[in-house]
């Protein structure tokens, strides 16, 4: 994933974080360049996936050992397969839908019971397929916490989204 440094940057507005962490809110790419001179720090961008992109101020000089860090972790993930290094361990993710039937569910349910007995965290996904079905599908998800709460433990609240809701449960 490539960095943009300072004048390499060339969204007309950046979403800005300061030095401390803090936010600065959406300002145009001259006040942030600007703001980076008058503290004598870089302007990094490491995301262009939204707009407008995300930018933080870096300590002068450590913009690009910041863009070597960040592209260091996507060159050691490139290789798949056996003998990699203890890189983080995959989390199994099981997808249901709002509407799932009493079989189905059990079915799933039986799965991440296996996954997080064998000491596996499971991502819980449940698909809506419109907005009005968003209450069912956190409905399931906390029906399948519940259900598995001997076995696993909540690593995040349930998050919902208009497409649905998620969960992560870490075993016990």
Do not use: W
């Not at 001179?37 to 450590?62: F, H, I, N």
């Not at 798949?80 to 290094?85: E, M, N, W």
């Not at 399948?144 to 449960?169: C, H, M, P, R, Y």
């Amino acid at each position: 994933m490539p960095v943009f440094i300072n004048e390499q940057i060339k969204a007309a507005e950046v979403v800005l974080t300061g030095l401390k962490g803090e936010n600065l809110g959406i300002v145009s790419r001259e006040e942030a360049l600007a703001v980076a001179k008058s503290e004598r720090a870089d302007l990094v961008c490491t995301s262009l996936m939204s707009s407008p992109p995300p930018c933080s101020l870096v300590a002068k000089g450590t913009g690009k050992a910041a863009a070597r860090k960040s592209a260091a972790p996507s060159k050691a993930g490139a290789g798949r397969g056996a003998g990699g290094g203890g890189g983080k361990e995959k989390v199994k993710e099981l997808r249901f839908t709002a509407q799932i039937e009493e079989h189905d569910y059990d079915t799933k349910l039986s799965q991440a019971d296996k996954h997080l007995r064998s000491g596996k965290p499971v991502q819980l996904v449940v698909k809506a397929s419109g907005p009005k079905e968003g209450a069912t599908a956190k409905a399931v998800l906390e029906r399948l916490v519940a259900d598995l709460k001997e076995a696993g433990v909540k690593d995040t609240g349930i998050q919902t989204s208009g497409k649905g809701s998620q969960v992560k449960l870490n075993p016990r």
